[in-house]
């Protein structure tokens, strides 16, 4: 069964706009949230994370909010850059478990 | 640099013939893991390990094998491969306590024919 889905498989957007994806759960036993970036030719590389004990973290352009009662997050990027452009995992994990669950990615465009 | 290393890139080989995916992590974490990456899938986890000797299965164990005997290799072993496992395989570690980020590696990608 999924328990971190990404429903939207692709998203497009203009250089310098926002740039926000999705990611719902299923288990309400996770209480640690991280996005992924994945580059073509590259594993995954770690972006962003929250606890489940704040509703929104911030670095730089990027910032990772949590709605727990909807079981929603949503990485907001701003703004966006053509170096944004690729896949976006978001994963999920309860704090004392190291089984990671992870969406299927959303391919992030950002056009010039 | 801190880094998971997995070799080969890049593997094609045929139906039953025995094969291993070397994964080593440099930065002393106690789990390691292994996931395949499928088109509309995600990255579904296929055996992990807490540490030294201990190793247990994921979502998708069957028609592979791992072993950790070492705290920095964590290999993966397909005894006869099938078609059914062409796919991007990840390796991963992270640190076994408190909020930690898994560290993965570039992928190896094999083709079964």
């Known amino acids: 069964d999924q328990q971190v889905k990404q429903n939207s498989p692709s998203l497009s957007v203009q250089e310098g706009r926002i740039s926000i994806l999705n990611c719902d759960y299923t288990?309400?036993?996770?209480?640690?949230f991280l996005w992924y970036k994945k580059y073509p030719a590259e594993g995954p590389t770690f972006l962003i994370s929250i606890s489940s004990i704040k509703d929104k973290n911030e670095d730089g352009r990027f910032t990772v909010f949590l709605n727990k009662s909807a079981k929603h997050l949503s990485l907001h990027i701003v703004p966006s850059q053509p170096g944004d452009s690729a896949v976006y995992f978001c994963a999920a994990r309860e704090l004392y478990n190291n089984d990671m669950r992870f969406g299927a990615g959303t391919r992030l465009t950002v056009k010039p | 640099e801190a880094q998971v290393t997995q070799n080969p890139r890049y593997l094609i080989t045929v139906t039953g013939k025995k094969l291993t995916v070397t994964c080593s992590q440099n930065m002393n974490h106690e789990y390691m893991s292994w996931y395949r990456q499928d088109p509309g899938l995600g990255l579904r986890q296929i055996y992990y390990s807490m540490n030294v000797e201990v190793t247990d299965k994921g979502d998708v164990p069957e028609g592979y094998k791992v072993s950790r005997k070492e705290k920095r290799n964590f290999p993966l072993i397909l005894e006869s491969p099938s078609p059914n496992q062409t796919s991007l395989y990840f390796c991963a570690s992270s640190s076994a306590t408190g909020y930690s980020p898994l560290h993965f590696g570039n992928g190896t990608r094999l083709t079964v024919t």
């Open positions: 288990n309400s036993m996770f209480d640690y």
